[in-house]
């Protein structure tokens, strides 16, 4: 099995009004990777892409050792996908389903699949149109989930939960990946949900790569400081410091790159470092976003 369990390099998709702009990143086999962006990121395209449901216009789509679209027929079949928007045949019970699915894959867990219907609360019996919203994702993950693949693509998977079926499902991917030869994407706006459970993190922005990398690198990069400084004197530009906001004598940095040596360059231009904090993931998302903006000029 590749080392990899995706590559996206240099990809680009052109719609009317979107662009996915010469996007590369990679998901290491056995990881967890969430892919957070706002709408119209460009989160979802990449999921039609490594699917085969689009094809890039530009670019290179990998996906389990296999170059799309021409590898995409045998990576079918080892990825498992959902997302909000499919549906399920309403006259239909799940039992039904869950028989038809394993009829066409040949490594359906059908003990594994009946500990997924307990363990979230459905009956085989229960017609998909008696289903509310959260119990119709939670057959969905149920019909991918027991198909065992060597990655899992999920599209906003936790949508419509309520807080403990979302820990349900959360609890069940964290076990997906406990054999390390499976993988998930995990696209979500939740970012306490991509902190609890991803390895890795990319972030979107308007089609393009804000940036990629392990969370805790993320997690470790990231600070803001609070100083004290007479109002009379101005800071230059700090290394590593995205925005800076003041008033009166407190300022509030944001450094995207915290090195220790930074508090002894603040005190040797007269700042008092009152408080240094870590960031939580949305907070860096947000303020990654936004330096990536203004390093555009937009």
């Not at 990069?221 to 906001?245: F, I």
């Not at 949305?282 to 330096?291: G, K, P």
């Amino acid at each position: 099995m590749s080392s990899t369990a995706v590559v996206f390099h240099n990809v680009e998709k052109r719609y009317p009004f979107f662009h996915l702009d010469r996007l590369s990143f990679r998901l290491e086999t056995g990881q967890i990777m969430g892919l957070v962006g706002p709408n119209g990121a460009g989160k979802s395209t990449c999921m039609k892409l490594l699917t085969g449901l689009i094809e890039a216009d530009a670019g290179e789509v990998e996906v389990l050792g296999h170059r799309l679209p021409a590898g995409q027929v045998e990576a079918k079949w080892q990825i498992g996908h959902v997302s909000e928007d499919m549906r399920l045949f309403s006259g239909a019970t799940l039992g039904w389903h869950l028989d038809f699915v394993a009829a066409i894959y040949p490594g359906w867990d059908a003990i594994y699949a009946q500990h997924l219907l307990r363990h979230f609360g459905l009956r085989g019996e229960q017609r998909v149109k008696t289903l509310s919203r959260g119990e119709h994702m939670k057959a969905l993950l149920l019909l991918a989930l027991a198909r065992r693949p060597a990655l899992l693509v999920l599209d906003e998977p936790t949508a419509g939960l309520d807080p403990v079926a979302r820990q349900e499902v959360i609890g069940e991917l964290m076990e997906v990946v406990q054999d390390d030869r499976r993988s998930i994407l995990f696209s979500s706006h939740n970012t306490l949900e991509i902190e609890q459970i991803c390895d890795q993190v990319t972030f979107l922005d308007r089609g393009r790569l804000v940036d990629s990398r392990d969370k805790e690198a993320f997690i470790e990069r990231w600070r803001r400081l609070s100083v004290s400084l007479d109002e009379t004197r101005a800071l230059p530009d700090l290394p590593g410091v995205v925005e800076t906001q003041r008033s009166g004598r407190l300022v509030q940095l944001t450094c995207r790159d915290f090195q220790p040596e930074l508090t002894a360059r603040l005190q040797a231009l007269g700042a008092e470092v009152l408080e240094i904090q870590r960031m939580s993931l949305e907070e860096i998302f947000v303020a990654n976003v936004m330096a990536k903006r203004r390093e555009m000029g937009e």
